[in-house]
């Protein structure tokens, strides 16, 4: 059982819709990340959140919107993909935002864009 | 920027014997992380073992255990008593004192062999 809790595992959409993946810790942490796995690129940090404050965006285009509400909840709003954007989208969490912190993952949501 | 490569992209070992991994890293920062994790089907990344780079000390977690040369900029995991559950890609990822994004390698797809 994992302590990082994402939902849906699985989304199918459209290049015209409009979905959130939604992730959920249940470990006190004050930082959360966004990564997306594809399969011929290594893991890619997308966001960073700590203490719901964005700390770090890396270059992801305007069409993935993150949204963290509070430390323990964190959203990631699709609109307008592209069929390259069909991957893993990764969410963790851990004590604090870098310095060494380990980083502890969910099961990862499979996106498919059609 | 950080890089993290791992040479070998797929390993099988025998139930039972011991397999080494390799993982280099390059950087210019002194203080950093280096970690292991797990990637079994289930797509969950769970960590297997981290070492603080201001350690000598190299680390352990029961099967599991690293070669760390900070001077060659190499990390390697030895896991000993191979078993059918370590089956799984292993990411090697590197994390800077002061930064906040851990940069991952390409992965190793091991297989352990009844």
């Known amino acids: 059982e994992t302590g990082v809790t994402q939902t849906p595992r699985h989304l199918v959409m459209g290049m015209t819709n409009k979905k959130s993946l939604k992730c959920e810790q249940h470990?006190?942490?004050?930082?959360m990340y966004w990564y997306k796995q594809s399969a011929k690129k290594p893991l890619e940090l997308m966001f960073v959140y700590s203490l719901e404050e964005r700390v770090e965006n890396n270059s992801v285009p305007s069409r993935f919107s993150p949204e963290c509400p509070n430390s323990s909840h964190l959203f990631l709003h699709l609109h307008t993909l592209q069929p390259e954007d069909s991957a893993l989208y990764l969410c963790?969490?851990?004590?604090?935002?870098?310095?060494?912190?380990?980083?502890?993952f969910g099961e990862g949501s499979w996106l498919t864009v059609v | 920027a950080q890089t993290v490569t791992q040479s070998q992209p797929e390993m099988s070992v025998q139930e039972a014997e011991t397999v080494t991994l390799s993982c280099t890293y390059d950087t210019s920062e002194n203080n950093y992380y280096l970690f292991w994790y797990k990637q079994p089907p289930s797509r969950q990344m769970i960590l297997v073992i981290r070492?603080?780079?201001?350690?000598?000390q190299n680390a352990t977690e029961n099967r599991f255990s690293v070669n760390f040369q900070k001077a060659a900029k190499s990390f390697s995991l030895k896991i000993s008593d191979s078993q059918l559950g370590d089956t799984a890609m292993y990411f090697c990822?590197?994390?800077?004192?002061?930064?906040?994004?851990?940069?991952f390698g390409g992965g190793t797809r091991l297989m352990v062999k009844p």
């Open positions: 963790a969490s851990s004590q604090e935002a870098g310095s060494g912190n380990t980083i502890y």
């Open positions: 990822a590197f994390m800077a004192n002061a930064g906040n994004m851990l940069t």
């Open positions: 070492q603080e780079a201001y350690k000598q």
């Open positions: 470990l006190g942490h004050n930082a």
